[in-house]
Each structure stands twice: as C-alpha cells, then as structure tokens.
C-alpha cells in the first residue's frame, strides 16, 4: 500500500512557501473557498507565498459539497492558468475540487466523465502525468490530504460518486493544527463523525484476500483493497483518538489538545481507508446527501441546502453496523469497547446491537439530529435512497456482508429515528 | 514523512515478474548472498523472472554484514550492468547493498565518501534520479525494506556507518512472510531483537519538536526527525507484535502466524525508526560490531567472525534504556508494560531499572549471551568502543538523554555483563 507524505505541527503551514520553490514551481494556483479566503488558515498560505515570491493565482469558489458543475468550473480555471503546482486550503470539498482540477488540467482532452468511477463514468486509469499538490487541511474529518480520491454530487442523477485513483493523491499534506481553531461547532462535529465511520468502516471492511474480483497485475488493483493489517493499525488508532478527543474537540474550540488530536486523527483513519476502503454508511450516505431538500445545517454559511457530509454518513451507522455485526462480531464489540462500552459480560453475538447502541449514545451526547426524519426524509424516500445507494459499488462491494435491496431499504429505515 | 510502498501476503512475491514489467523494466540487477541463492526466497523471485520474460543479472557476492569493500564490489556490478531495475532478496544486508549499489551506479561520477554520512564522509544530499528497487526482505529485523538508510563496516576506522537518504529508499517492500520460515533461530533471534530496538529507541527518541539544528527549509531536514505523533503509532504497534510473537517465533519454525506477524513487525518498526530514527543502542552497536575479534555466531553460515547486528544492539538495552528513563520515564514504563512488567505499583522514577530488568529477563529466557564479555569484549576495549560511537552523531544525537565519553564508557560497562 501506498501511504502521502505528511508533515504536522502548529504553525507549519508557513513553511509552504519553501516547499513550492523546492518543487520549482512558477505559476501555482491556490484553491479555497469564499469562507475560508478571509480566515487565518488562507492567510498563513498567503503570507508565505509573499516571502518566498511564489507566483500565484487564488481560486475561492469552491462550493461545500462540490457538484460536477463545481468541479467543471474550477477544471475550466485550472486548464486556462497552465499551472506548474497546486495548493489547497480547505476541507474535503476544497481538496478534492483541486485533485480533480490538477487531474483534468493534465489531461485536457479527456471527457469528465472518462475517470470518474464506473459505473457512473468510465473509470479509466489515470496514466498522464499529474502536478505536485499541496493540501492544507482546515477540518478534522475528510482525511482527504492523504487519499487518491474525490467526492462530488453528480447533479443529474442526484446521487454523489467520485474520482478514485492514487495518481490523484497530494503531494504532501500540511496537517497543522492551529487550522483546525477556526472551526465552528458543528463542522467539528460533523467533520468529526466522518473520521469515527472511516476508522469504523475501514475496521470492519471485507478482508483484503476475500475481495473480488482480484486483478492478478498488481497494477490493476483498486485504490480500496479491503481491510488489511496495515489499515486496522490506522483505524483502530484514529478511533481511539474519537474515543478521548472528540466530544472535547467539540465542546471546547480553547481545547488546543483535543483540536489537534483530532486533526491527526483524520490524517491517520484517511491513510487506513484510503487503502481499506469504507462500506455501506458512505455507500448510503451518497444519496443522503445527493437527494437533499431543505436541510440547512447549523454553522455552515452558504447558500444552498445540504446535508454535510460527516452527518450523512453517521446516520445510517447504528443500522449499518448492526447489520455488518454478523460477519466479524469480534471486531464490532472491539470497536464498541474503544468507544466507552462495557464489554465485560457482553456476549458476542449481541456486538452489532452493542456497538449501535454505544453510537446511538455518542450521537445523542452530541446533540445530533435524531436520524433522516430529522433531516428531511420520510419513508416514501426509501425508495429513491436505495436507487441512489446502488451505483455506489466501488464501497458497498467492500461491505463485509452482501446486500441486496431490501436490505439497504430496511437500513434505511431503521436510519429514520435514532433515538 | 514519507512512507514506502509495501505489499504484504503470503505468496506475494511470485507478482514480482509483473511489478517490473509494469515499470517497463528491460535490464534487471538480481542481488542476494550466496547462501539464499539457494533458497527459496531467491527461486521463487527467479520463477516470476522466469514466467514474465524478465531479462536479469544475478549478483550473489553480498556479503553479511556488509564493508565498504563489499558494497564497492556490488556497485561494480551495477555500474557494469547498466540496469533499469533492481531487486534485492535478502536480509538487511542485501538490501542496504542493493541501495548502495543503485544510488552509485545513478551517479557515476561520484566518490565513495560523497554520500556517505558525515562527519565520516561528506553527506552531500542526493539530488540524482535512480532506478527502481523492489526489496524482499527475508529476516524480519531491520525493515531495510521500508527505509531509506544503508549501513556499512567503514574496515579502515573499524567502524559502522552508512548512507541515509529518502532518495534511496526502495520503491516497494514485498512482504511475504513464506520467506521467514528458512530462518535459522539464531537469525530470527537476532533479527527480532533489531525491531525491538526500533521499536524501544524510535519511541524514546528526542522528541521531532526538540531536534537541532532544525533547518528551516524541510528539504534539507535528515531523515531520522525524532519521535512523533505517528512514528509512535509504528513503535508501539511493533513493540506489542514484539512482545507477543518473537518468542513463539524464534521456538518453533513451524509457527506461521508468528512468523508473519514477526515479518510484518519488522516492516512497520522500520517506518516507525525510519522517520523518528533510532539512538544510543544503534549507536553503540556500530563499534561492537565493527571491533569484532573471533566470535562466530551459531547459525550463521560466513567465513568471517561477525557479531549479527541486532545482537549488537541488544547486548547494551538494560544499560541504555536505564540511562535514558530519566528524560521520558512514562514512555520507559509503558514499553516495561507492554513487554510484560506488572507496573500496577511501579513508582515513575524506577522506569528505566523495571525496563532494563524485563528486558533482561527477555534476553535471558531467549538464550542470549551474558553480555559484551561473552562476545569476547572486556574492559580493556572500552576506550576503543567509546571512541567509534562518537562519530555516530546521526543517531547519538537522538538520544533523549545528552551522553558524554564518560557516559558511554559506563554503558559499555554496565552492558559487559547481563546476568
């Protein structure tokens, strides 16, 4: 497996300057959001840049949640500046836009959807060679600095998919805390339950030598390989981080410990699912997100609505484990334990309902929405998330137990309420 | 940091054959030492040659432990071979020859000494482009595999040194733990107490945030930065394989998952000290190993008397480790816990003496020499020994305790006898 180079510690971000003249690059576009431009993480970048001299044209309309209109938008940006190097300063929105921005400004003549996963686009391989990209995460969740993927909501087809190849990995990834301080309550939280499932997931993910189809050229192997010795190093440790840190991170922005705990950890379950993979409550969580109506989170200044991406994928994770319990209990009642359960007369067949109850108690303690009824949905929906939820192969084949579509409908289901 | 690519599973190594056709390879350099020429490790690397059409040359001259001398009869070879891709089959010192080799044949014109650490050679960074180099490791000690560091017996000093550079370190780790069942036990012995003090020293190595001089541009930052928040991850998930395993390993041969999990330990120990580095018990090895008189020891087929590296490390733990407790004495005690000590009533100030005495017992259960004296050192060579750790700044310098000549002279005597 392949791991990102990352480098941490508070106040690193000043260093990038440096690092773009050691790459040598003349014309480097900073990407961002309209949010983020006049925040103190931007900021550092800019002042940096300034130092060393760096050339530099800033794009800042990245949209939360990034849609293939966004993504064309900031590809259309990327391909007319003819940039050596990219810097992204932001959450997974941000850094992903600017992965698919590098990607397709360094193939110009491929179709948009040529790479995007199949079955949705064509899943070609990326074979061109693609920029240096630095990533500057501001939230503690996506994991997005040290992963070869990138999420986007495919408008047409109200369903989110993505990009997924190793060839879009950064560079480097800048992981520095002090970011993490502008962070309002709930995009800690949010970004927060976006690490707990990749560790849960990737945890719990089908074992990488039971995967198929198993490509006999290591090069044709996918990005998610299934859960692995190395990955389950990741994610037990990043969900031990969630375990002591995350309610604090939350609760207390002064909580400077507890902030950069949780920006580490959302460093450390990305290099686990980046090479795991995660399974069904991001494979649901795409049409959660993609089907949204009103939903307006608390704490996210924009102008649409949306349902961030850390809640979508929360949600369903009482039911999801619940129903994944059955394949590797011992694991689910591991994970449980690390969460603050008492486990010592647990017996093993009961793990799922343990470990969902031990989530339901976190979410609750967390003031989260009480489920998709909390967010919009009604059980006339069912049908159109399930529809959403199959296309998303790439994740819910990484499932531990198979699904068919009365399974998803009844996870859905059992998602409405929580509490 | 930056991590090496590794594969792990048991029959990997037979998609070798694939991975260099993948990098277009044409002319492949074959390196290995005689004996594994007959092993089957190196037949099952010729097999997969075999089956895909690889083109190759076979270097079996390596030799254990290796001089300056033997790496320049290796980089010979390459230089003569003119090679697009290198494969290294063996333990620690085929695969540090192996990037020995590869960095002087890419850069033809250089001196020995250009790249060879300071203040022994000139340490100029590497700045030239090499080939591929694909490690299989077949001891599970040094995790050469995942580093970017070559050691040698600089024969003219009677000393260790090496080569330290990310630039060198091989493009992918085959990890297949098949190969660990050749092993004698004395190999898996002394292997195994190697990533033991990977594991020990890299997580009570000054802490990254407390290294000197701490260039301010990262490209000219060593390699080894000290302890950090993830080289920990590495260090104390290999110290609990350790600790776990090495005994099941060394007894019984035909104990596969120990075996395995030892292989692998030793990979993720090296990720572990290849970033945050490794200190006085590395340091102190290079002349214990360097001023070797006669000894010979069992299972290892030379001609030459050697003191096996990780034996060299091990011999001088209780002593160092008493010496550093001082500084971190909580990380002393936890690593005392993980190996097995009862710390419940433990007092902080006696972490090093409860850390030097499980690792006695350790050493002791797993029949190892009482010390320095049985390897045939006495009083009379400290002076000696002291003055070849001196030059070892790379890594004495990470000690988190400041040491001076006095110090490592009572650590050679402490280290004399263990028993």
């Known amino acids: 497996m392949a791991i990102s180079n990352i480098r941490y510690g508070e106040g690193v971000t000043k260093e990038i300057g440096m690092d773009l003249q050691n790459l040598g690059a ?30 530099f044209q800033m794009y800042d309309n990245v949209r939360v949640e990034p849609t293939d209109q966004s993504f064309l938008d900031a590809i259309k940006f990327a391909k007319k500046g003819e940039f050596d190097a990219y810097v992204a300063v932001g959450g997974g929105s941000v850094i992903d836009t600017c992965k698919a921005a590098n990607l397709y400004a360094s193939s110009p003549t491929s179709d948009f959807l040529d790479y995007v996963n199949a079955p949705i686009g064509k899943g070609k391989p990326v074979t061109v060679p693609l920029k240096p990209l630095i990533a500057v995460p501001t939230t503690a969740g996506t994991g997005s600095e040290t992963t070869g993927v ?34 309002p309550e ?25 995967r198929s189809p198993c490509p006999s050229n290591p090069i044709n192997r996918p990005a998610y390989q299934g859960s692995n010795p190395i990955s389950d190093v990741w994610a037990l440790h990043a969900l031990r981080i969630v375990a002591k840190y995350l309610k604090r991170a939350i609760r207390n922005p002064e909580d400077r410990e507890a902030r950069a705990n949780m920006h580490l950890a959302s460093a ?25 109506k009103t939903y307006k989170p608390k704490d996210y200044n924009v102008d649409h609505s949306l349902v961030p991406h850390g809640l979508s994928v929360v949600l369903t994770s ?25 486990i010592r ?6 793990a799922g309902f ?5 989530l339901r108690k976190f979410l609750f303690d967390l003031n989260v929405d009480d489920g998709l009824a909390a967010i919009g949905y009604s059980k006339a929906d069912i049908p159109a998330l399930v529809k959403g939820t199959l296309p998303q192969e790439r994740v819910t084949k990484l499932s531990p137990r198979p699904q068919t579509e009365e399974d998803l409908s009844a996870l859905f289901e059992a998602s409405m309420k929580l509490y």
């Open 26 to 55: 003349r014309r480097v576009c900073l990407m961002t959001d309209k949010n983020l431009s006049q925040l103190p993480p931007v900021n550092a970048v800019l002042n940096s840049l300034a130092k060393y001299g760096i050339n």
């Open 268 to 292: 450390f379950a990305g290099i686990g699912f980046g090479n795991a993979g995660v399974h069904l409550c991001h494979g649901m969580s795409y049409p959660i997100s993609g089907l949204v």
């Open 318 to 342: 009482p039911a999801v484990f619940t129903f994944t319990a059955q394949i590797h209990p011992e694991r689910h009642l591991e994970a449980a334990e690390i969460l603050g359960a008492d």
């Open 354 to 358: 343990i470990l969902a109850d031990t």
């Open 186 to 210: 709930r995009i800690v939280a949010n970004s927060g339950f976006d690490v707990l499932c990749h560790a849960l997931e990737s945890y719990t993910a089908l074992p990488y030598n039971m």
């Open 150 to 183: 990138a999420i986007f909501d495919f408008k047409q087809l109200k369903v989110k998919t993505g990009i997924a190849s190793r060839a879009i990995k950064p560079t480097l990834g800048i992981i520095d805390p002090l970011h993490t301080l502008s962070m």
């Open 345 to 350: 007369t647990a017996r093993i067949k009961d």
